[in-house]
């Protein structure tokens, strides 16, 4: 009987058996298996999966995290075999929690996400002021910047970056999202996207950029 590793790879990584994702990956390569196919047959396949669960609120935030662990650990044995493009084929993205909010676990999810999805991730923490944005978005040519808010005291900040942004003539996206947030919300401050949960982020950064 042939044995599936691909789905085996996918399950362990929605499982978010670590050590299991790191032998499979090994055996993979050990067999002549493309790298680039472990990583979009496998591991990004159980990713998603992840990613929907959450987005129906069938798993939550420890689930997603323990996942996350066993995909990092196997994109760790591939990257030395993987080109740039291969992981971070679909452009830079620069996120950080606003001015004012030290809070940053649905940041993290989110960017943990989009590393996974293709995407070149900049995180910059929490507390960030706009100049702070703008700075990386100029440094690392962005093409989405990712903004997050946890405060209703500090949502408002979102606004005076976007319109910093305007000013300086930057061509970047921008997506909002936490827990204060809503589409009427980003709407009102001239945002390119908002969303609810991680899984969101990732569909509205491929629709900005496509």
Known sequence: MTIDYYSLLAKSVIDGTHETASELTRQMLYLGFQPKEILDEGLLKGMNVVGQRFKENIIFV?????????????????????????????????IGTVKGDIHDIGKNIVAMMLRSSGFKVVDLGID?????????????????????????????????????LKQEGLQVKTIIGGAPINQAFAYQIGADGYAKNATEAIEISKNLIN
């Not at 962005?142 to 970056?161: F, N, P, Q």
């Open 62 to 94: 420890p689930q997603v995290l323990i996942s996350a662990r066993a995909f990092k650990v196997s994109l760790s044995l591939l990257e030395p075999f993987l080109s740039k493009t291969d992981t971070e084929g679909n452009g830079t993205v620069v």
């Open 128 to 164: 960030i002021r706009v100049e702070k944005y703008i700075e990386a978005i100029k440094a690392h040519q962005a093409v989405i910047l990712g903004m997050s808010a946890l405060l209703t005291t500090t949502m408002g900040y979102m606004k005076v970056v976007i319109d910093r």
